[in-house]
């Protein structure tokens, strides 16, 4: 037999491990040292009032004979996509039932629609971004085209003239926080259509977005329904990082190579995906409430507030950053050449705060930090007053 030799091609992935070393070994040397971690790309708040309800309920339903739910529909139940219809129309946009698929969240989705794309396709990723794109495209044999995201361009590559044949877009980025306007994905949107491209556009952190004049969905580009698949997650809009739950929007207009990629999506995930807990699901759909919208935009003021703590005490440092305002991440250049180790080092020896050293995100997040709104306010200011004093 024989493995995926693919897998060999991977970079190993020491980001997170190490992060986690070099606190340990600085905990144990330093045990009364109070660490602060603004590291996690975890949400900190618990899930809201009406989503705990809603599920406590299925709950109950699950119980007796009359409300039991055993298989669902794969594409996920009709209320909850009803639910998302009605949260893109409130976005301007009109989508069918049978164009959105629930997720259990955006990582999975980001990776199995891969499996419709034959691996001869050239694929564009921003560097820095998450670095799941990379890894699933490597694991499958694609070449990789790497787009410079940084300082000069505002951490947001535009097309070029090179051909390719798949395009991420993570806006708002993470690791960067930078989010595109409406030209700038105009922009890519006539370049997908103008190669015979699709754009596979991450939206997981689109709850953030802080302006209206912002797009929120690549759908709010007039032709993205011809060339762009959309991938979004409750993780961050909504808690669900434990919970599991997003979605993936494949238009029936999508038709590539002659084929309908909604109904190869939906061929891949009847043969290979049975759904979302029926109880998640019930849960997730009590998020595009009113009520829901209402209480999980608190959580979001919540993580925004911390951002804005942050980028107060840097400027007040003189050290420059972006991001934070439409992101829970505040992307940190490195004072004094410091390189992104180095200056992660700093931070955990002198003030004993935990950062992500950029140059884990792609090359281009060398001499950066990432940081993350995910915590207290207690602790954020804290941090930022070690920091400041
Ligand atoms: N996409 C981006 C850009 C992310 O940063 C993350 C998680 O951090 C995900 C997708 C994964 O989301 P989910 O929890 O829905 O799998």
Known sequence: MKV???FSNLATSYLFTEVARRQREYTAAHPDAEIIRLSIG??????VPVVIDAMTKAVAE?????????YGDEQGYGFLREAIVKYYAGKGVELALDEIFISDGAKSDVGNIL???STNNIVAVPDPVYPVYVDTNIMDGRKVVLLDANAANGFLPMPGEEHVDIIYICS?????????????LTAWVEYALAHDAVILFDAAYEAFINDPVLPTSIYQIPGAEKCAIELCSLSKTAGFT????GYTIVPKALVKDGASLNA???RRQTTKFNGVPYIVQRGAEAVFTPEGMAQCKENIAHYRENAKVMGAAFDKLGISYCGGVHS???????PDGLTSWEYFDVLLEQYHIVVTPGSGFGKNGEGYLRLTAFNTAENTKKAMERLTK
Do not use: S
């Open 242 to 245: 434990g919970t599991r739950c």
């Open 4 to 6: 995926n030799e693919n």
């Open 42 to 47: 975890d949400v900190t708040r618990p899930l």
């Open 328 to 334: 829970p991440y505040i992307w940190l250049h490195c």
């Open 264 to 266: 190869m999506w939906l």
């Open 115 to 117: 499996n419709i794309f």
């Open 62 to 70: 699950m119980g007796k004979a009359e409300t039991f739910h055993g």
């Open 172 to 184: 708002p980025n993470n690791p960067t926080g930078a989010v595109y306007n409406r030209e700038q």
